[in-house]
């Protein structure tokens, strides 16, 4: 039976605990490999799926049936809405990630947090997609997140805490700062 | 009814032609402004929705109801895998980013293509995210995408292709490039 007395806001605390401890033991329990099978269906449309990963030094099996994600573009793009389009993914991806930043480290501090939410925001000029510019960039200029929240803690607490969450948050990093993407045909 | 010649790839390449030049008479056509909302439901489950978006000089209305995606976390990282976590979620929009700039591509340049598929990973340490290290850095340290393609073009041309649509990604652009992000309380 599930110990409900060690968990706050959703999070098992003593599991977070014991996984810092793990890492700080052996490092190597830190090394993470993600992966991801994207499938052009046709048009704008194709479907990503999800199974298993690395981590934690061994393969990961506990999804028992892959998880799916379809994109689409909408009909001004050439598509049918059968999915969120690929930048879109990428508000959703920094979403989830602030998210769980911010749930997982007021856990840790023992803040309550009774309610959450990001309203994310992307600007992009289609030229560079379009192949009609190479002064504008291809993706988005300028990304605006706001949150609201509500926890048992004064708001400079809370936005002390996103501020740490934004130092760690690991789609942040990966907007903020430059990544290696090597692509290749096989 | 939908006039099927002027399908490539099922890519209405006649509206593709009419969107470059729209683009090309009135830049601000090509002014976009995508949005999602994040909600948090718990642990380190939260689900993103999307609904309008500003494009082509007006309020886009062509989703009905909501496009949603759920993120979470794996059991190793404290979740219950509602959901593909934010940063496979970043796979995935690179993967879709990729696969409609491959085929709207291939589209103008009358190349059919009968599959596409793009497997990807993406190697990170969780050091930083835990806030262990300040060494390593949140996000991917590395991101590697392999594709397999059949089309009617030799794999010259394709491997071409693929470089023009890596140089015109906005997923990629924002992987490779830093995106100015802010974050606020409101």
Not at 44 to 55: A, I, P, Q, V
Not at 128 to 136: D, N, V
């Amino acid at each position: 039976m599930e110990n409900v007395a060690n968990k706050k806001n959703g999070v098992n605390v003593d599991q977070l605990v014991d996984t810092i401890e793990a890492v700080k033991n052996d490092p190597e329990v830190a090394d993470f490999r993600f992966r991801a099978k994207t499938e052009w269906l046709g048009g704008g449309h194709s479907r990503t799926t999800f199974k298993n990963f690395y981590g934690a030094k061994q393969e990961d099996s506990s999804r028992s049936k892959p998880i799916v994600m379809e994109g689409d573009e909408p009909p001004v793009l050439l598509g049918n809405n059968w999915g969120a389009n690929a930048v879109e993914a990428v508000l959703h991806a920094l979403g989830s990630c602030l998210s769980v930043g911010f749930v997982y480290n007021a856990a840790a501090r023992d803040i309550s947090v009774k309610s959450l939410e990001f309203e994310l925001e992307g600007k992009m000029d289609l030229h560079a997609f379009l192949g009609l510019s190479e002064k504008s960039r291809p993706g988005y200029e300028h990304i605006s997140v706001k949150y609201r929240v509500e926890a048992n803690a004064p708001k400079e607490e809370l936005k002390e805490l996103c501020d740490y969450v934004q130092k760690t948050s690991p789609v942040l990093d990966m907007l903020r700062n430059p990544v290696k993407v090597d692509v290749e045909m096989i």
